[in-house]
């Protein structure tokens, strides 16, 4: 027998689907622009490792997953530096941490 109104359950069930935004130990402003080294693990739905050169970090559609994961955007590059293609990854937020950037040519900082 299921007891308390649909309301009292559809509270119930809110209080535990609670959203979270991503626990980045390395603010978002400063990933874009430059290459994360993701190792294999980090990374949801893939295989190997990735090198990324991170344009976007979504916030906005990273809130479901515990606080633990973060949707990237950016350019895939193979180990030489060659782009390969332009890709979205779902890494955890122990990926995104200073050691991991790399800077970019350009300036030495990644900008």
């Known amino acids: 027998m299921v007891t308390g109104t649909l309301t009292d ?8 689907a609670v959203s979270t935004p991503p ?16 190792p294999a693990g980090a990374c949801r739905y893939r ?21 633990q994961w973060v949707w990237l955007e950016g350019e895939e590059l193979a180990a030489t530096g060659q782009r390969l293609r ?3 990854a779902l890494v955890h937020v122990t990926a995104c941490v200073p050691d991991r950037l790399v800077p970019t040519q350009r300036d030495g900082h990644g900008r």
């Open 86 to 88: 332009w890709t979205q």
């Open 23 to 38: 626990r980045l130990p390395t603010p978002a402003d400063r990933i874009v622009g430059r290459l994360l080294r993701i």
């Open 47 to 67: 295989g190997p490792g990735l090198l990324l050169l991170v344009r976007r970090v979504r916030l906005d559609i990273s809130d479901w997953y515990g606080g």
């Open 9 to 16: 359950r559809h509270n119930a069930l809110s209080a535990i």
